[in-house]
């Protein structure tokens, strides 16, 4: 059973950053993509930053381009969300997410139904 485990959300001001990291426990997702997705209150879960297994593909929402970066660590098993320039409207609970089956390395896995393991979750929360 594979294990995904948010953490370094928390409270910041407009303008500040935040880099959240998931660990994944219980086996080793080689070769498998895994993304970041994000919910706030009263709507629906939507992508955030996604990226390939040898982490040489990644992409965006347009909301993150510019300010967000998606970075995976093998030796730790992980992947990291550094969000910069922060702003309220980037409050929401942060979802890591690992898509644990047949993918391509040239395609980007943006959608909720392509992932199938999911963390509980870490509270981002930007004042203004």
């Known amino acids: 059973q594979v294990q995904l485990v948010e953490s370094g959300g928390g409270l910041v001001q407009a303008g500040g950053s935040l880099r959240l990291s998931c660990a994944v426990s219980?086996?080793?997702?080689?070769?498998?993509?895994m993304a970041w997705f994000r919910q706030a209150p009263g709507k629906e879960r939507e992508f955030v930053a996604t990226s390939n297994w040898s982490g040489g593909r990644s992409s965006y929402a347009d909301s993150a381009k510019g300010r967000f970066t998606i970075s995976r660590d093998h030796a730790k098993n992980s992947v990291d969300l550094q969000m910069n320039s922060l702003k309220p409207e980037d409050t929401a609970v942060y979802y890591c997410?690992?898509?644990?089956?047949?993918?391509?390395?040239?395609?980007?896995?943006?959608?909720?139904?392509?992932?199938?393991?999911w963390g509980q979750g870490t509270q981002v929360t930007v004042s203004s």
């Open positions: 219980g086996r080793i997702l080689l070769g498998y993509p």
């Open positions: 997410a690992a898509r644990w089956q047949s993918s391509n390395e040239n395609y980007d896995y943006i959608s909720t139904p392509d992932y199938n393991y």
